[in-house]
């Protein structure tokens, strides 16, 4: 099987993932390309390699973060489905065993709020990265003026953490945000369904999920 490492100077897994995040730049959506996926891959990995999951397990996480968001390639809707096909084509392709592909897949296919579940730990750990990316960088405009509420909500991040306990029984997303940008009321209208999902992917995980917002016990 081919390492994390050695699938990030795959080329044409590149392109994908270039091609796609310059779709969502023309929808007007928040960074999606190299920072994000990689952010995404390395985050997910360290869930599971803190709850104790053995190594492999944790390389396919890397695996499928890194390959999350390539079916926005093809669309943002229903972008989660397409990715998991591309990315089961890309790894057959590459030799990858099946039960590997079909872990990493199932991963993809279920990582976002409109109908993902977390239907395994590589699922759970996944959603849990991807959804606590929240960060002032990904904002592509940089006219406040003209922000959106995802800009808004985004670019008022000033600092986030997404932190598992000790005895290892929660995990809590921890986000310092600038009023002056966006409110928590707004976080939360356009979050909600993504915060629920991390919810139960905590679950999954044998965890409860918390949400403090600039010190507020929000879930």
């Known amino acids: 099987m081919l390492s994390y490492q050695q699938l990030r100077q795959n080329p044409a897994i590149q392109a994908y993932i270039t091609r796609a995040d310059e779709s969502l730049v023309a929808l007007g959506y928040t960074e999606h390309s190299f920072p994000h996926v990689c952010r995404v891959a390395e985050e997910s990995a360290r869930i599971l390699e803190t709850l104790g999951y053995d190594s492999h397990t944790c390389e396919l996480c890397r695996i499928a973060g890194y390959l999350h968001d390539i079916g926005n390639l093809v669309n943002r809707v229903d972008h989660s489905q397409s990715g998991a096909v ?8 590459l030799g990858y065993e099946a039960e590997d592909i079909a872990t990493i897949v ?4 279920n ?3 409109g109908n ?3 239907v395994n ?3 759970a750990a996944l959603i849990l ?3 606590s990316d929240v960060r002032r960088s990904r904002v592509r405009n940089r006219d406040p003026l003209t922000f959106d509420i995802h800009d808004r909500v985004n670019y008022s991040v000033r600092s986030a953490a997404l932190r598992i306990n000790d005895d290892h029984t929660s995990i809590t997303l921890t986000l310092t945000i600038d009023p002056a940008y966006s409110t928590v009321v707004d976080y939360f209208e ?8 991390c919810r139960r992917a905590a679950e999954r995980l044998n965890m409860q999920f918390h949400l403090i917002i600039n010190e507020q016990d929000l879930m």
């Open 86 to 93: 591309m990315a089961f084509r890309i790894l057959d392709n």
């Open 106 to 109: 199932t991963a993809i296919g």
């Open 111 to 113: 990582h976002d709020e």
């Open 116 to 118: 993902g579940v977390p």
């Open 121 to 123: 730990a590589v699922a």
């Open 129 to 131: 990265a991807d959804k």
């Open 190 to 197: 356009i979050f909600l369904n993504r915060m629920l999902l």
